[in-house]
């Protein structure tokens, strides 16, 4: 046995990392081992521009990282024996370094994009974007040099190539490639993995199947239930997997038979493996973790951070489908010019003289009406309560003045839009475009007790979160300076006639400072139930604190619950946070899910417990251990791309 082993990779990893959802040692991803004599571990960064990869010697504890091609930005990378290949973002090169020597090599170059490499011992295998071909460099004759069809999850090991058909089927190409399908004749496969000279995959029943080489047990599997495991990394002698209802690490082989956890109750987004090493991302922290095949050492080092030429403290491997956006001021400066200026008569007439019939809510300084503007434009218009010059009047001026210069000057997908205002004597009025389905508020917890809603599905509640999270997203980081919205709950999330979601009521909002890190010192302001407690109890103040909003409206989502509720004997008021929290992190994410909606299929689970645990960072009582709008987007992306049976990313709404 080698004893484990710390990688000295400089790349600080955060919930921004995610990779597909099956890595061995020749499988395409952002994070790649190439193993050898000497084994590196490289990543494709995030956060700078270039995307170039870092990498370190797994072998030599403490060193520095390093840059391969720096002034190059990557899609994805790719590790086997002795060797390391990287794609180029645009596809249509890509470019390999001998893991000992760091010798580069463009391989290929040409107008025919490619979406996957999977490198082997000796072998490259690569897709294109439109998958309708296999193609191979550096292979021997035993190996084709391009087969035709429409193939994915593409992986290669030491003589053999595997990628699952259209139908679910299994198909090898090289000298080892009859052993290996054997043992997924009669199974109808989600994903493949490589190891040097076996294979694994789960089945679209959840179970996970292995042939090949079995002379370290790596290709028996724990007989657990359908379903337990999610992500696979096979390395030379032992195969790993990451449970999905808890993210603990399990694996088999390495030659002393049966399952070990080598990482202890430590629990991960995902695993990578190549040779003799593994390495995760924590779910914890969101750092990498390595360790070898010494399941006897369950100590697992954390990585260093990164040390970038820029100074920056935050540089993170590159997921596919991150997006640009422009970052744009936030200043209270000349926005009147920006909206349109309403008479009060006009917008009595639009709401006929603001008659109950047309109320339709409330929002932070006042009632919330559907009017019609005389060239037929539908609208909302939120009228402050008129009285005295009294310091509750004067609240409501300051939270029509804030929502008036934030809204007229920040444009967004995710944001309800400003049509205009009035200010008149004593009457302030602000004029929205018109949300037709409401807010999510009132679709998971309707008055009359009606379950008939299009929100009844797991896609669509998640893609409403997503839609949200994005519109957050660009308050806190293309804003400039940020802004903290104070009151994100489900009454302030609103979905228009084609069900997209968008964040409202800005009156509470402030801008934020310059650096995004800093705190606010203030009295608190917000909703009971969805409050940062850290700014609740300190009167601190960050962009943390709509984080935790945002996850109380995650957990509400999720449950069906209120912020705050009582059960169904009455009892004492309970937040959901307390209701939810303990489950999910007991691994227990089912019990505590909205019944209406259903159980959720096993695309469907998977995305749901990432949402759950996803949540349960968001809540966390400190600021400082909740993730960032950036790492909670790609996470609900990620998602909603397992309900579309998808594992790529879906990238941001434009500023525009």
Request: hydrophobic letters at 35%; a neutral charge.
């Amino acid at each position: 046995m080698r004893p484990s082993l710390a990688v000295a990779l400089a790349v600080a990893a955060t919930l921004s990392v995610f990779l597909l959802p099956a890595d061995g040692i020749g499988s395409t991803s952002t994070l790649a081992i190439a193993h050898g004599s000497s084994s590196t571990v490289c990543g494709v960064l995030a956060g700078v521009s270039p995307r170039s990869i870092q990498c370190a010697r797994a072998d030599a504890t403490g060193a520095l990282s390093f840059p391969l091609f720096p002034n190059v930005s990557f899609a994805s990378v790719s590790g086997g024996h002795g060797s390391l290949c990287g794609l180029r973002a645009d596809g249509t090169a890509f470019f390999c370094w001998d893991a000992a020597t760091l010798t580069q090599k463009r391989v290929y170059n040409d107008s025919t994009a490619l979406e996957e490499l999977a490198v082997g011992d000796v072998q490259i295998a690569g897709v294109d974007r439109n998958r309708t071909f296999v193609h191979w460099w550096r292979a021997d004759s035993a190996f084709p040099d391009k087969i035709t069809g429409s193939y994915r999850s593409l992986t290669s090991g030491r003589g053999f190539t595997c990628a699952i058909s259209t139908n679910g089927s299994v198909s090898c190409w090289g000298p080892r490639s009859g052993e290996i399908p054997v043992a997924f004749v009669n199974s109808n496969m989600s994903t493949i993995v490589a190891g040097d000279s076996h294979a694994c995959g789960v089945s679209t029943a959840g179970r996970v199947i292995c042939g090949g080489n079995n002379d370290a047990g790596q290709s028996t599997p724990p007989s657990d239930p359908a379903f337990e495991f999610g992500n696979l990394a096979l390395g030379s002698s032992h195969t790993c997997a990451v449970r999905r209802y808890n993210g603990t690490v399990v694996c088999w082989g390495a030659g002393a038979g049966g399952e070990y956890t080598p990482a202890n109750t430590t629990a991960f987004v995902f695993i990578v493996a190549g040779g003799n090493l593994t390495c995760g991302l924590t779910v914890v922290n969101f750092t990498v973790l390595c360790w070898g095949t010494n399941r006897s050492d369950a100590a697992v080092p954390a990585l260093p951070p990164t040390t970038s030429p820029s100074g920056s403290r935050s540089r993170t491997f590159w997921r596919q489908g991150s997006r640009v956006m422009r970052r744009q001021r936030s200043g209270p400066s000349s926005f009147k010019d920006r909206a349109e200026e309403f008479s009060f008569s006009e917008l009595a007439t639009a709401t006929k003289n603001f008659s109950l019939e047309t109320k339709i809510g409330a929002g932070s300084f006042g009632t919330v009406y559907k009017g019609k503007l005389p060239d037929g434009r539908e609208v909302a218009i939120k009228r402050s309560e008129s009285g005295p010059r009294t310091k509750k009047f004067q609240e409501k001026e300051s939270a029509f003045q804030s929502e008036l210069a934030f809204l007229s000057r920040l444009h967004h997908k995710h944001l309800v839009g400003l049509v205009g205002y009035c200010e008149e004597r004593e009457e302030r009025l602000l004029v929205y475009e018109y949300m037709k389905n409401g807010a999510l508020y009132d679709h998971l917890h309707p008055k009359n007790g009606d379950q008939a809603s299009v929100l009844n599905s797991w896609k669509m509640r998640i893609k409403v979160l997503l839609d949200a999270a994005r519109g957050i997203e660009y308050l806190h980081s293309y804003a400039v300076p940020p802004i903290i919205h104070r009151d994100i709950k489900s009454s302030n999330i609103l979905l228009d006639g084609n069900w997209i979601a968008r964040v409202s009521d800005f009156g509470l909002s402030l801008m934020g400072p310059e650096s995004g890190s800093g705190h606010l010192s203030m009295k608190a302001a917000g909703t009971v139930g969805y409050m940062d407690p850290e700014y609740y109890g300190l009167h601190h103040l960050t962009v943390k604190s709509d984080v935790y909003g945002l996850g109380v409206v995650m957990l509400e989502v999720l449950t069906g619950r209120r912020a705050i509720f009582k059960d169904e004997e009455g009892g004492n008021p309970t937040s959901v946070v307390d209701y939810a929290v303990p489950c999910i992190v007991a691994g227990d994410v089912g019990k505590v899910l909205d019944a209406r909606v259903g159980q959720p299929g096993p695309q469907e689970a998977e995305a749901v417990e990432l949402v759950a645990y996803t949540a349960v960072h968001c809540v966390h009582l400190e600021g400082k251990n909740r993730p960032n709008m950036t790492d909670i987007v790609a996470n609900l992306e990620s998602a909603l791309a397992l309900c579309e049976g998808s594992h790529g990313s879906i990238s941001s709404a434009s500023a525009d």
